[in-house]
């Protein structure tokens, strides 16, 4: 990706309706792997790749799906955008509108639109060959003649018309500096809403005769062959009962996919990780330089690393359910029943996404036509059970949930896991309950989504697209855990020079014991701040931690109670078994149990509600372009949370005796 | 003529006009595809009843929701 390229002779932008193959077209162009997906909008970021056609370099750009001239969703301005700010500039510029063939009435007002506005333009009749299966012939020449600019016909999947395409891109770049248009898009878009709709509805007539006059081959209403498949589909995935039920389905096998498939891989990292840093610990003979390497790069690194099988999973059959048009299917049949709740389906794409990772569920809201729900999306995607949260799940569970202990036959502790799933879902709707009495409320807007033909996945693209969306996460997202992790070592690591409860002053080559480091005091500090939730000071430097990211609160309780890892490497289990027997077995100064059932539901309720991951904050504070959403979002989550850990903190103690 | 949301199963319309309240709501319409003169056929209610799929000219499915159904006048295609 080389979007900052210094020189580039001129930039083609490749536009147009979502699902017309433009990625695919992008891929085949620039020779790089590009999203595609069914799903209205799913080319969330700028894609840019490079081209020498005729010497010269061209920077070829992968716009955002465009529905309409307005900038509707975060999505369409964002090409908007890009194509007036490049217009601007002193270079070669040409939009490159990929039109999907078969339905090309639909895209061709928006191509003829912009022409008319002065916008240089070349139409790319795209996935010809779908077209020919079905029966149509269009007459490029006769479009061209009539439309008055360029019309090349292609498809992505076969490279068909490639050539044409080079050759109409090396035509922009020998017709030079590119003109401005009488009014820019942005202009007209704030000037004047109901005039650009209507000078849209003429280029709308103008394209139903200029289409009919090109395309032989079909009557108007007459039936697409690959529409038929579709349609006997729908009856299935739509049906009133066993639409729901496959709905259930699809969806239980993501989770336990997620889950189950990305378990081992997620072990072998981990396993790597703590032999890469034991071998650093035995070779490096300084011990700080040993424990910064070992407990602070390798394990910052690790504790990014670790998410991304489930990350790559996710977005693997996310990737999957879109791309053969499903998923634009299931958020219909979820739409009626989120009404209440001030959501609609709209919502279910960001929300899904959420179960396995806030950070991509936030970065899918960029599809939400209003902006309210959207924000709204954004604050309450966090409350999904993401799987940063299962290690301390696991944790809590295992030591102080009886594995023995049966309900109707069930396993108390899994019927609890469900049951934190479950408790999700029901602060999601409770959090969506509010902000329906907030500013927040959205506007009661009617949805009109577009179902795409189902279609078989293209795999390998598919795999390639995983691969750069984990890239993405590992160096974007990555960077903030993997900075705060070496802040947290630091913290836990000095002073070198502390007071031992002799009341001598040390001064130490070795790290401090926790309680005397820079993060003991700071646990201590705030202490009283966690104590009516029924947490001490050991707790409280995990919840600390735990902002990091939240799994690291097992690793901050594990420093603190001085695990030997030794002792857990036989283990099969997700948490160190001596952690669970310390957090069970703990005791104060007066030989009581330190920690009870009352204090894990108080933690597993604070872990449901509260933003503990500084890499949420940061996505929240990019996608929506400031200070206010994000302290708002940390703000309610963390209260949220301390109100409900400190009810079930004091219930549970009340009820227990 | 009726609107939209009053169209029977499998009987082919027409869209005479997109009554919608604004010009944000009718470019979004058009957008996706509902054009005057359109032939559009109600293909069944989503399982829980909203939105309703529909076939336009024959080459497209669109879901769309009571709202914005009950704003598009549509008359019967006379074979």
Known sequence: MSASAPSYHATIALAGRPNTGKSTLFNALTGRNQRIGNFAGSTVEKASGSRVVNGCTVEIVDLPGTTTPLPITTDQKIAMDFIDREIAKDQTFCIFWVAEASTLELDLPFALFFHRLGYPITLIVNMIDEAEKNGLAIDCARLEKDLGFRVVASSGKTKRGMHDILHAIATSIKAGQTTMPVETISALALRDEAHLCLTHSEALTDAHTIVQNATRGRTRGALLPIMKTSLALDRFFLHPVLGPILFLVIMAGLFQAIFTWAAPLTDGIEWVMATLASAVKSHLTNPLLSSLVADGLIAGLSAVLVFVPQIGMLFFLIGLLEKTGYLPRAATLVDRLMRPFGLDGTVFIPLLSSFACAIPGIMATRTITSNKRRLATILIAPLMTCSARLPVYTLLISAFVSSEARLLGLSVQGLTMVGMYALAIVFAILVALVIKLTPLRSEKTGQCVMLPPFRLPNLKELAHFTLQRCAVFVFKAGKVIFVLSILLWILASFPRVYTTPTNMSLVNSEPPPIEASYLGHIGKAVEPAFAPLGYDWRLSVGLMTAFAAREVFVSTLGTIFAIDNSDNSDSDEDVPQSLVTHLQTATDETGSPLYSLATAVSLLLFFAIALQCMSTVAITYRETGGIKWPAIQLAYLWTFAYVAAFLGYRMTLWFIF | ?79
């Open chain 2, 1 to 79: 003529m009726i609107s939209l949301s009053s169209t029977v199963l499998n009987t082919q319309y027409r869209i005479v006009e997109l009554a919608l309240p604004n010009a944000r709501e009718r470019l979004h319409a058009i957008a996706m595809g509902l054009h005057p003169n359109s032939v559009i056929q109600k293909i069944r209610p989503t399982p829980f009843g909203d939105p309703v799929e529909y076939l336009i000219d024959g080459e497209r499915l669109l879901a769309i929701d009571h709202a914005v159904s009950a704003h598009i006048v549509v008359e019967e295609v006379i074979p």
